[in-house]
């Protein structure tokens, strides 16, 4: 089954605390993205990576960091959270040609509720 | 900058009946997708429906459309014979194709609720 994954979907921790949230995707997409929702905000894009190795900033990135070393696996590492980054949490995924008129429909994986005190 | 704009918080309907959500968009480029997103209480993010901004014609999946305005900048999604199941927030969205970045910018979202 096609499917993107998000590991946790629920986690807890105190401010300072080290944390990774994992996402895989078995579909072999070459675009890969982290989203963050907040009430009243929408969906934004925290980064974004268009193939191994290749990532980017997107809208708002400030206390995050990212990998991509496998195709497959993209990381949200937050190296040092704070209670302004409690929020719901989607990674997405496509297949994308990067050409102007043609895209990919994404995959979002379940969410991970990112509470942190 | 590329905004979308969901006019309306929350909407309620009664079950079997026809509703329209409204969204506006703001973007200078001319390649361009749009996208109704639903969003469950299981907070899954799914698609609805699709639109490519250089097709005139109107996208439908079963029971939901759009009416996509272009020169408006406008793209409602229209529910016909709405069920228990469609009570969602529901998300307008799109992504500017040929810059490699293929971000979605969201709207706020539209609360719907079916009503038995």
Redesign the interface.
């Known amino acids: 089954e096609a499917q993107v994954t998000q590991n946790p979907r629920y986690l807890i921790t105190v401010t300072g605390k080290k944390l990774t949230v994992t996402c895989s995707q078995n579909m072999n997409h070459e675009?890969m993205?982290w989203?963050r929702q907040d009430p009243?905000?929408?969906?934004?894009?925290i980064y974004?990576s268009?193939n191994v190795e290749v990532t980017?900033k997107?809208?708002v990135p400030e206390g995050y960091k990212v990998s991509r070393k496998e195709k497959r696996n993209f990381p949200l590492i937050l190296e040092s959270p704070s209670p302004n980054q409690t929020s719901?949490y989607?990674c997405?995924s496509?297949q994308?040609s990067?050409?102007?008129?043609?895209?990919d429909?994404?995959y979002?994986g379940?969410?991970t509720?990112l509470t942190v005190l | 900058a590329q905004t979308?704009t969901q006019s309306q918080p929350e909407m309620s309907v009664q079950e079997a009946e026809t509703v329209t959500l409204s969204c506006t968009y703001d973007t200078s480029e001319n390649?361009y997708?749009l996208f109704w997103y639903k969003q469950p209480p299981?907070?899954?993010?799914i698609?609805v429906i699709?639109q490519?901004a250089?097709k005139q014609q109107n996208a439908t999946e079963n029971r939901f459309s759009v009416n996509f305005q272009k020169a408006a900048k406008s793209f409602s999604l229209k529910i016909s014979d709405s069920q228990l199941g469609d009570t969602a927030m529901y998300?307008c969205?799109f992504?500017i194709?040929?810059f490699?970045?293929?971000?979605?910018t969201?709207?706020?979202?539209t609360r719907l609720t079916i009503i038995p």
């Open positions: 675009y993205s989203y009243g905000l929408g969906l934004r894009q974004y268009m980017d997107g809208d719901l989607f997405a496509s994308t990067g050409r102007a008129g043609s895209t429909t994404q979002f379940p969410g509720r | 979308v390649n997708y299981s907070r899954q993010m698609l699709r490519e250089y998300f969205a992504i194709t040929g490699g970045n293929e971000k979605l969201f709207g706020t979202g």
